[in-house]
């Protein structure tokens, strides 16, 4: 009488996780093992929504799950004079459409770090803005330079932006209308 023992082993079969369509883990699983869900990844200017549908155990397969990222949105705050101007939101990494100058006697006018692209986290701007002299005091009769942006010395103002050097050695930029 022969008598043959045999043993049986319980076959394995990959688990895959995918994000942004790269293998982001691989595990070898054996066959009826539990499945626990991998920690959600991260990824700078989106939140992760999770995993496609996981099997609560391993099937006699192989399976592929995929990460899903929904991309964030973040608020960009306009202020002008310390009040807020207007608010907007942007997805990350959107390209940012400045918002126009607003209605005013305005010279010059700009935001000041207005970012090209939206980044992972809220953004507050100022404006930065001169507007037409009105007048120009001085306390007393005083001497003074006149020079163009670019440095030139002028006989007098000029319409536009004016570096005054006084002599009391101040400097000082004014915008003539």
Known sequence: DVTVIGTFSINKYKLTYTVDGEEYKIYEVEYGAAITPEAAPIKEGYTFSGWSEIPETMPARDVNMTGIFSINSYKLTYMIDDKVYKETMYKYGE?????????????????????????????????SYTSGIVELLMPRQQNVRVYSPNGKRLNSPQKGVNIIRMSNGRTKKIVVK
Do not use: C, R, S
């Open 95 to 127: 390209i940012i459409t400045p918002e126009p100058q607003p209605e005013g006697d305005y010279t010059t006018f700009e935001w000041i770090d207005l970012p090209q692209k939206m980044p992972a986290h809220d953004v507050v701007v100022n404006a």
